[in-house]
């Protein structure tokens, strides 16, 4: 048997020994780092990374629309590397022609591409430097997109006036012109609404965002910048992930996953005391250099909460639209897992201070009533921020479970039938191939969310408990997290298997 209690005090301790978080290594990022910042230590690993990664056919990343994005990004950075000898063309334009190959099949496809964050301007923007590169044809841009919001972003930048900071993390896309005037240092003296580093050296908590800046400017005002890029790349050996930082959007969801499945462990009050220092009026981003966001917020909030720390969740109502909660200011689309997240953020104040659910239960109605409408005719739910649906399916499931009332149990019940019929043969869950996170989802889903579960469920989430167990020693998971590309937070993960594990235990304990 694996200790759980045991596992969960390690991983809070890798925490705090980790502050910036454990993030898996982007392709997406580590191409655009090859490319634009081939003097940063590490260049060489970067591209046998490149290298190493490639599919059989020619690509990069995951499946359904999902490898288009680290496809062009890892082509064009073998390209540039094959251009400027940081390695021998003869063993990286094969991989390079490949990739192209690769890309004129994704290209002449359907245009149902993933909602990542983006995407509508990372695509025209690494289609257009592949074929500066005049290695073949010009590639095609995807059905319904065209380069008017990255011309618009350039525009903006150009001119000199400051962008929205959900902006600074995709810089690398504005170009070295508009990056420039974005980011002008003149003398000892910074103009007002010039891009400039965070205290730690961060641009958008990205490090292709933070090379871009960096290669822009002179080298004296960057030291800091260059000194992170420095760092991240040492701690990855060459790659680097796609966004970093994350130290509140790691703490908020570890500390909720394992305080929710009431795994025990003591949590350092500085780490606690660090997250509620985090939560201004405007709310909390996931990290340093990234804007807050309202799923940061509601999970760091929930956590607290549920650790005995609850704070007044006010600065949520500045994502309220009015029907549901947007991640953001001027967000596009919608999160399922987001409005749940803020469920679970009201609900959980609530119990901790009964006075004030006159002023948060009707926003709490509201966001249940949004949330019950969302769901499929199979019983689950899908979401922009993750690649599974077991993930946006249990995040309503706790969340309509504990908080929506009791209205919600058919919805419950739907969803656990979904998930019953989605089991694979070796006990696992998967929307591509069974594995640890999704099955540790899917457990979750059968036996909490407030209705007691039926033999099936406990069956089904005994075998999924057996798989967990088996694969626990594996620390490599598969990247499903929706960033410029998808990337794993490892912690987070690890979380919630361990969440998944201990909350089967009683029924195996008992076997049920």
Request: hydrophobic share 45%.
């Amino acid at each position: 048997m694996i200790d759980v209690p045991v596992q969960a005090r390690a991983l809070v301790s890798e925490l705090m020994a980790k502050p910036w978080g454990n993030v898996s290594p982007s392709v997406y990022e580590t191409g655009r780092m090859v490319t634009i910042a081939p003097w940063l230590a590490g260049q060489r690993e970067r591209v046998a990374y490149l290298l190493a990664g490639q599919h059989g056919d020619g690509s990069w990343g995951a499946p359904d629309g999902y490898g288009l994005v680290p496809t062009l990004s890892a082509t064009e950075g073998l390209l540039s590397a094959a251009a400027r000898g940081d390695a021998d063309p003869a063993s990286v334009m094969p991989t390079a022609r490949a990739g192209l190959d690769a890309l004129r099949r994704m290209l002449a496809g359907p245009g149902d591409l993933p909602d990542t964050p983006a995407i509508e301007l990372i695509v025209p923007h690494l289609v257009a430097l592949i074929d500066a590169h005049r290695s073949a044809a010009p590639l095609p841009l995807p059905p319904g997109m065209d380069g008017e919001r990255l011309g618009k972003v350039r525009r903006l930048l150009a001119a000199g006036v400051e962008p929205p900071q959900k902006v600074l993390h995709v810089l690398e896309v504005a170009g070295a012109d508009a990056v420039r005037a974005a980011g002008t240092v003149q003398a000892e003296t910074v103009r007002a609404g010039a891009v400039r580093p965070t205290s730690i050296g961060t641009i958008g908590a990205s490090p292709a965002a933070t090379a871009a800046w960096l290669d822009a400017l002179p080298p004296d005002p960057a030291d800091s910048a260059r000194r992170h890029l420095e760092a991240v790349a040492g701690r990855y050996g060459g790659p680097v992930p796609v966004g970093l930082p994350i130290t509140v959007f790691e703490r908020g969801w570890v500390l909720s996953w394992l305080a929710r499945a009431d795994v025990p462990v003591e949590v350092p009050p500085e780490m606690l005391a660090d997250l509620r220092a985090a939560i201004g009026p405007d709310g909390t981003a996931a990290g340093a250099g990234l804007p807050p966001d309202a799923d940061t917020t509601s999970v760091a909030l929930y956590a607290l909460a549920l650790l005995g720390m609850p704070c007044k969740p006010e600065s949520l109502k500045t994502f309220d639209t009015g029907e549901h909660f947007c991640t953001w200011q001027g967000e596009d689309g919608y999160s399922v897992s987001v409005n749940a997240h803020v469920l679970d953020s009201f609900g959980q104040y609530v119990r901790a201070r009964p006075t004030a659910a006159d002023t948060y239960r009707p926003m709490m109605a509201r966001v249940a009533r949004w949330l019950g409408g969302q769901q499929g005719r199979d019983g689950s739910w899908s979401d922009r921020w993750h690649a599974s649906p077991f993930y946006a399916t249990l995040a309503c499931v706790l969340a309509l479970g504990e908080f929506g009332g009791p209205q919600y149990a058919g919805a419950i019940r739907a969803a656990r039938e979904w998930v019953l019929g989605a089991q694979r043969e070796d006990g696992s869950w998967g929307r591509w191939a069974g594995g640890p996170e999704e099955t540790a989802y899917a457990v979750q889903a059968l036996l909490l969310g407030g209705l007691e579960p039926d033999e099936r469920c406990v069956r089904a989430a005994e075998r999924g408990c057996g798989f967990l167990m088996r694969v626990f020693a594996l620390s490599d998971y598969p990247p499903m997290w929706h960033d410029k590309d998808l990337y794993t937070p490892n912690a987070i993960v690890r979380a919630a298997i361990l969440a998944a594990l201990h909350v089967t235990q009683p029924y195996l304990q008992r076997g049920i």
